[in-house]
């Protein structure tokens, strides 16, 4: 039995039944909507005499849009299929676009191919001067495209087997960190040069609905832009709000703490819509060239890009690598591999983890601030 | 190790194209949920057929996270939002009750504390407040192996979201994509909360001899 089974079995003595009084208040609810409507009618027809009854509400779905601007190089269309204004929600527009296709960089300068920790860290410097990058603002929409490595063998905190399923994913974060859009994965084989035709769903609902804080990450307080770009540059005052932002996940030494909480922002958060501002970057990646028992040396992402890498063991049987792009000094991916054999006992038995094994592969292959969800930068 | 992608054809590629809709080549029928969704918009009385078709279910779902007490309230709140809010379904044609699963999570969240609570008190002595209505004294304390406690403790000790991602999965038996849709995240997120989730209680249940467990050390 593995844990998800075990969790399955919990509080199972629970019976499948349920109370008539759901059924007697949605009764009562539909009753009152009915009555509701029906005041509504005779307000309007009262204000508004001689002009016949007044149209009743089509909610029935339809094709409510009409094709959207074209917005950028003609990546994008949007046809809204279903929705109505004022509801929260979840709604489905038609997207066409060329998923796998390179995105431009004209947001980040590149000062040449750094090939050393102080060159990085010096390029990356001069570029935050330069461009030192913007929040989006809150009607704007963060479009992110990942690349994440699965195995047909299975997943259970880590790869089972082989990374041998490789996925392309495409997400809009608003800029207020408050809705979501997205089109489904598809395999990275997809070629560059092929448009898909397919749904964008918009979510302003769950996690995104009312009463939304924004994104949450681990131990960290605020994400926003604006708070991650008042954090000290100096790296001593940045660790230690690192080592307060790890979390209770991460406990243990020090340097293990803080790489966490460093691979928490750039891995979890800048795929997952957070902008990281380009001189935290700076700062962060100087932190890392001194923490103890990081290593750095070149690296390759899960996309088959040359990268920086800057690595540290964890749980003394695998080596967590967070790849940073050479050319324009962003974060671009993250690699878990074994370094020794270990076995791991869980409920559902023992597995053998071996050397050289990978555990998780996920690369960051975009991230843009764009006017619409399903956008795409041009 | 074979790191090399599979070679799919275009169609396989562009397959995702359906995800969203009812099952290819499965035309929708007057039985569909999202049937009844539409009718309702016209005619509300049709949305008491899904408060019958699922209560049982968001009913069930909710008690094993929250208890009786709160439950049935929680429920019927979720219904009725699903009313308030079906002009804005667009979910799987056939079932709804992703949907309906992901609007009793987002209000099982102002129980927070009272479940966590729960989850530590059965975690601290074995006892768990929420089968106690279903199961007599006596037996519900019998019932308290060694694992069931580690298990509540190691649930209570999971983020909100992570928490939410694994009783989807666990408990509505919902998919990875369904999961996304009912939490409104993006299906990488939900398989990464899931995956941290599930690692975190293979390490904290890691002791425990898998030879010596079956079903009934749960009960």
């Known amino acids: 039995m593995n844990e998800l ?15 008539a009084r759901i059924e007697s208040a949605v009764q009562a609810e539909i009753v009152a909507s009915r009555q509701h409507a029906a005041d509504r ?41 279903s929705g109505s204004a004022g509801h929260a929600g979840q709604h489905t527009v038609a997207w066409s676009g060329r998923p796998t296709a390179p995105w ?77 859009a997205s089109i489904p994965p598809l395999p990275a084989t997809t070629a560059p040069a092929t448009t898909i035709t397919g749904t964008l769903s918009v979510t302003t609902t769950g996690y995104y609905g009312p009463g939304c804080q924004g994104t949450t990450l681990g131990g960290w307080k605020s994400v926003t832009y604006s708070y991650l770009d ?25 340097s293990v703490v803080i790489f966490q909480a460093i691979d928490a922002l750039l891995n979890d958060g800048e795929m997952d819509g957070v902008v990281v501002p380009t001189k935290l970057c700076a700062a962060l990646y100087r932190v890392l060239q001194q923490l103890p028992g990081v290593q750095f040396e070149s690296a390759t992402d899960l996309a088959g890009r040359q990268g920086l890498g800057f690595s540290i063991v964890l749980e003394g049987y695998f080596m967590k690598e967070l790849v ?55 | 190790m074979s790191e090399g992608p599979p070679v799919l054809s275009h169609d396989q590629e562009v397959a995702w194209r359906a ?37 049982a279910a968001i009913t069930r779902y909710v008690t094993r996270r929250l208890g009786a007490d ?29 949907w309906l699963y992901g609007i009793a999570t987002r209000l099982c969240h102002r129980y927070w504390r009272s479940e966590t609570r729960q989850l530590r008190l059965l975690a601290r002595t074995g006892a768990d407040p929420v089968i106690e209505p279903f ?58 909360r899931i995956s941290r989730a599930r690692r975190r209680l293979r390490e904290q249940l890691a002791d425990i001899n898998p030879g010596r467990m079956n079903e009934g050390d749960l009960r």
């Not at chain 1, 089974?5 to 109370?19: F, G, H, K, M, Q």
């Not at chain 1, 005779?42 to 074209?70: D, E, M």
């Not at chain 1, 008042?230 to 030494?253: C, I, K, R, W, Y």
């Not at chain 1, 409920?347 to 956008?375: F, S």
């Open chain 2, 19 to 55: 995800s969203a809709s009812a099952p290819p080549g499965r035309a929708p029928t007057a039985d569909d949920d999202a049937t009844v969704i539409r009718d309702s918009l016209s005619d509300p009385e049709q949305f008491a057929v899904l408060v019958h078709r699922h209560a």
């Open chain 2, 135 to 192: 199961t007599d004294q006596v037996e519900s304390q019998v019932a308290a192996s060694a694992v069931k406690p580690r298990l509540a403790d190691a649930l209570s000790r999971l983020p909100k979201a992570q928490r939410d991602a694994l009783l989807l999965q666990a408990w509505a038996d919902l998919t990875y994509d369904q999961i996304a849709r009912a939490t409104g995240v993006r299906i990488g997120t939900v398989q990464s």
């Open chain 1, 230 to 254: 008042s954090l000290p540059t100096d790296p001593v005052a940045l660790e230690d709000v690192l080592a307060q932002n790890a979390g209770p996940d991460f406990a243990g030494d020090r």
């Open chain 2, 70 to 98: 709160a439950a049935e309230d929680v429920a019927a709140e979720t219904f009725l939002v699903a009313f308030r809010q079906r002009a804005s379904y667009t979910g799987d044609g056939r079932v709804c009750l992703p």
């Open chain 1, 41 to 81: 009618g005779r307000r309007y027809r009262a204000a508004r005499p001689g002009r016949g009854p007044a149209s009743r509400q089509v909610l029935r779905p339809v094709i409510a849009g009409a094709l959207a601007a074209a917005v950028g190089a003609g990546t994008y269309a949007g046809i809204q299929l």
């Open chain 1, 104 to 180: 431009p960089d004209t947001a980040h300068p590149s000062y040449g191919r750094a090939t050393s920790e102080a060159q990085l860290i010096a390029y990356v410097t001069r570029a935050a001067d330069a461009m030192p990058g913007r929040a989006p603002r809150p009607d704007e929409w963060v479009a992110v495209k990942t690349e994440a490595a699965h195995s047909a063998e299975g997943e259970g905190g880590y790869l089972f087997g082989p990374p041998d399923k490789r996925q392309i994913e495409l997400a809009w974060i608003r800029g207020d960190q408050c809705a979501s």
């Open chain 1, 5 to 19: 089974e075990l969790v399955a079995s919990l509080r199972d003595e629970v019976p499948l039944t349920a109370s």
């Open chain 1, 324 to 378: 940073i792009d050479p050319n324009n000094y962003t974060f671009m991916g993250v690699k878990d591999v074994a370094i020794r054999d270990h076995v791991m006992s869980g409920t559902d038995g023992t597995r053998y983890i071996k050397a050289g094994q990978v555990l998780g592969w996920a690369a960051l292959l975009g991230q843009a601030i764009v006017e619409q969800p399903g956008q795409l930068p041009s």
